[in-house]
C-alpha cells in the first residue's frame, strides 16, 4: 500500500456541509412523492411522476461531493489503513444502528429473513439483484454499499486524478458525464422483466420508475460500479478548484442549471434520463459553492445550515424508517386528505430530524471522536538537563 498524496492545502468549505442537507431532503421528499398518500389519485400520480427524481437528484450529489471532499481534505502522509478506519467510522455505526431497528420492525411484522438481511449488514446488499436484499432492513444503506467501494478505491484513485495535467482535467470531467450517458445504453442488454415499482398504493397504480425493468434501474442506479464515475468526476472538479480552474459562476445560476437538467430527467424514458442528465449540473454547483467559500461569499454556510448538514447523514439514515413506521405509514396503503397528508409530511421531517440529532450526538460523534484517529502515542520524556560539574561548562 502507498500513502495518499497531499493535495493542494485546503480550506473549510461550509457551503458544502449545508448542502448536504438539502440533498438529504430531496431524497426525504422523493420517498413521500412515491408513497403515494393522498385520497385523490390524479394528485399522487403528478406528485409521483413529477417529483420522486428528486431523490436521484440527492444521491448523485452525494456521491459527487464525496469525491470532492475527500480529494479536497487528503492528508499527507495519510495511509489507506487510516483513511478507510476513519470513513467506517463515520458511516458504519449510524447505519448499525438503523439496521437493528428496520430488522426489528421487519420481525415484528414477520417478514424478516436471513438472506434479506445480513448481506446489508456488510455492506454488499448493491451487489445482489434482488429488490429485498438489495434494499435490505433500511432502503437507503445501500447507497453506502457503493461509498464503501468509493473508499476502498480512494487512496488508490488520489494517485491517479493528482497526476491528470491540469489542461486535461475539463475532458476527464467530460469522459466521465459521457460514461454516465452511456451505461444506460449498456443496461437495455438485461432483461425487460420484472418491472421495477415503489409504494402502490389502492388509489393510484403508477410509480415513477413505471414500466421500467428492475434490472435497468438495479444496474444503472444501484450497483456501485455505476456511481464510480460520480465519484470520479467529484474528484476531479476538486482538482479544478485546487488549482484555481473553475468558471467564474455564482452558486445561485449554477443552480438555476439544475432545472433543464431535472426536466431533462423527467421526460427521458426507462432508465435512460437516470443519474447523468444532472451530472454537470451538480458538478457546476459544487464548484461555484466552493469557490464562493474560498472568497468569502459563502451562500449556505450559516451557523444553521452548517448544524442541519451535520445532521444530514444521519437524517437520510433515519427519514425512512420514519416515513414507514411513524405517523405517516408509508406504503401501508393509508390514504389521506391534501391537507392532512401535508400536515403529516411536516410532522415526519420534525421527527426525522430529532431522530437524526440523537443519532448523531449519541452515535455518530462519539464514536468519531474514539475511532476516528489512531489513539495517541505518548511522546519521549524530554531528555534530562545537564548537570554541570565543578570547572565544566554546560553545553
Aim: glycine share 8%.
Amino acid at each position: 500500500m502507498t500513502a495518499i498524496p497531499p493535495s493542494p492545502p485546503s480550506a473549510r468549505l461550509p457551503s458544502l456541509t449545508g448542502m448536504r442537507f438539502l440533498a438529504a431532503l430531496l431524497v426525504f421528499m422523493c420517498h413521500v412523492a412515491t408513497s403515494q398518500l393522498v385520497n385523490a389519485p390524479g394528485l399522487n400520480r403528478s406528485f409521483a411522476e413529477n417529483a420522486a427524481q428528486l431523490g436521484w437528484v440527492g444521491v448523485s450529489f452525494f456521491f459527487i461531493l464525496s469525491g470532492f471532499v475527500l480529494t479536497w481534505t487528503a492528508r499527507a502522509g495519510d495511509t489507506p489503513r487510516l483513511f478507510i478506519r476513519r470513513r467506517l467510522a463515520k458511516v458504519y455505526p449510524n447505519h448499525l444502528v438503523t439496521w437493528v431497528a428496520g430488522t426489528a420492525f421487519l420481525a415484528t411484522a414477520g417478514t424478516v429473513t436471513v438472506f434479506g438481511v445480513l448481506p446489508s449488514l456488510g455492506l454488499i446488499q448493491a451487489w445482489f439483484p434482488i429488490p429485498a436484499v438489495t434494499f435490505g432492513p433500511n432502503d437507503p444503506s445501500w447507497s453506502l454499499c457503493a461509498e464503501l467501494v468509493f473508499y476502498l478505491l480512494c487512496p488508490w484513485l488520489l494517485p491517479l486524478v493528482n497526476r491528470i495535467p491540469a489542461g486535461w482535467l475539463w475532458k476527464v470531467a467530460g469522459v466521465l458525464v459521457l460514461v454516465l450517458a452511456l451505461i444506460p445504453v449498456v443496461a437495455q442488454l438485461l432483461p425487460e422483466q420484472p418491472l421495477m415499482t415503489y409504494y402502490q398504493g389502492p388509489s393510484c397504480e403508477v410509480s415513477a420508475c413505471e414500466g421500467m425493468s428492475w434490472w435497468h434501474y438495479w444496474f444503472v442506479y444501484i450497483v456501485p460500479v455505476s456511481r464510480l464515475p460520480e465519484f470520479l468526476l467529484g474528484m476531479v472538479i476538486s482538482r479544478v478548484v485546487a488549482l484555481g480552474k473553475q468558471p467564474s459562476l455564482r452558486p445561485g445560476t449554477a443552480a438555476l442549471l439544475l432545472i433543464p437538467g431535472y426536466a431533462v430527467m423527467v421526460a427521458l424514458p426507462d432508465a435512460y434520463g437516470m443519474v447523468w442528465p444532472t451530472a454537470i449540473p451538480l458538478a457546476l454547483v459544487v464548484m461555484a459553492s466552493a469557490s464562493a467559500d474560498l472568497t468569502g461569499r459563502s451562500w449556505m454556510g450559516g451557523r444553521t445550515m452548517v448544524r442541519l448538514g451535520e445532521l444530514s447523514f444521519a437524517f437520510y439514515m433515519v427519514h425512512l424508517l420514519v416515513l414507514r413506521h411513524g405517523p405517516l405509514a408509508a406504503g401501508s396503503g393509508k390514504l389521506w386528505s391534501p391537507a392532512a397528508a401535508v400536515a403529516l409530511v411536516g410532522l415526519s421531517a420534525a421527527l426525522t430530524l430529532a431522530a437524526a440529532w440523537l443519532l448523531h450526538v449519541l452515535v455518530e460523534q462519539p464514536v468519531m471522536r474514539r475511532w476516528s484517529r489512531p489513539r495517541r502515542i505518548a511522546p519521549p520524556p524530554p531528555p534530562q538537563a545537564s548537570v554541570a560539574q565543578p570547572g565544566q561548562r554546560v553545553p
